[in-house]
């Protein structure tokens, strides 16, 4: 930790790459891995163009299940530690392989949503754009105002990634002085390339993850555990060392002040 933390204190330029495991403490659960899947589906039967073709139904009754859950579900103090770290780095990229958009509720700018957003609708006849931020849509699947199916605006297995998005994340990640890989198995490509890029291009890549990953033995520092403690540590060392010590008094052990009338 006590290197990582002066790398980041040294670094001009800093990119990120999030996956699941970041908003796990949020209620969100991960794609892969014990607890991971959602409502039993592998992202791999149903997040693929030729799934949504054969039955759009049954892929939007997952992504609209997905959408009521998320609603509910606030940011955690890993997402704000990085809000707070884009805050005071001049040059600063999120990448996020999430679709959640609980990064940005959490007051993140700069942030490349590489595998799209599950509150963006696109439309398969006129190729229109919309945000829709209902926890769940009144018509399954949904239509466009032009007669057209309407398709989650996320990225699916087998299509390519936003282009302009992507070139910005791979410039991040040739440019960076510190790349920190959270929460990500690091198995989906082309996103777990970036640390390799960021590696090759001259980066320090630290990985934080409650487990080990493909990455872990190859970059220059692992923490293990879960993101939303250690990178409010990693961040903002004392507000966390503060919290902890706050934690600890519950409220009968906790000194009381006398209230003044
Ligand atoms: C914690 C924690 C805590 C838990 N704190 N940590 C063979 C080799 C290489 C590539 C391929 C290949 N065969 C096929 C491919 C390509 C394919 C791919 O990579 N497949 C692999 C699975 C084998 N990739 C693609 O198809 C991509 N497109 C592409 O390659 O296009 C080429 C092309 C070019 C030009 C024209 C046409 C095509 C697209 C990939 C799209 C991925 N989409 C999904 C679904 C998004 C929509 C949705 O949400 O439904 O994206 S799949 C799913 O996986 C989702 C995620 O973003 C992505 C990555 O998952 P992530 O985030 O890493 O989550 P998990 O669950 O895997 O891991 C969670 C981690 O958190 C774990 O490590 C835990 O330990 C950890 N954790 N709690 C810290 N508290
Ligand atoms: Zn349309």
Redesign the pocket.
Known sequence: MSAAREWLKQARSVAVL?????S??SGVP????AG?LWKRQR??N??TPEAFARDPKLVWEW?DW?RTVLAGLKPNP?HYALAELEKRTPNFTLIT???DGLHELAGSRNVLRV??S?WMLRCLTCGSEQQDRRASLPEIPPRCTCGGLLR?G????????PTAVWRAAEAAARSCDLLLV???????????GLAHLAKSSGARVVE????E?PLSREIDEFLL????E?LPQLISPERARRNAAAARFDGTRMPRRPVRS
């Open positions: 999030t996956g699941a495991g970041v796990a403490e991960t794609f892969r891995g991971g992202a791999e149903l997040a992504y997905r890993g392989q999430n679709v595998h799209g599950i989650p996320v990225v699916w297995f087998g299509e390519a990634l959270i929460g990500t198995s690091a198995v989906v490509y082309p996103a777990a934080i993850n409650v487990a990953t555990g879960p993101s939303g250690l």
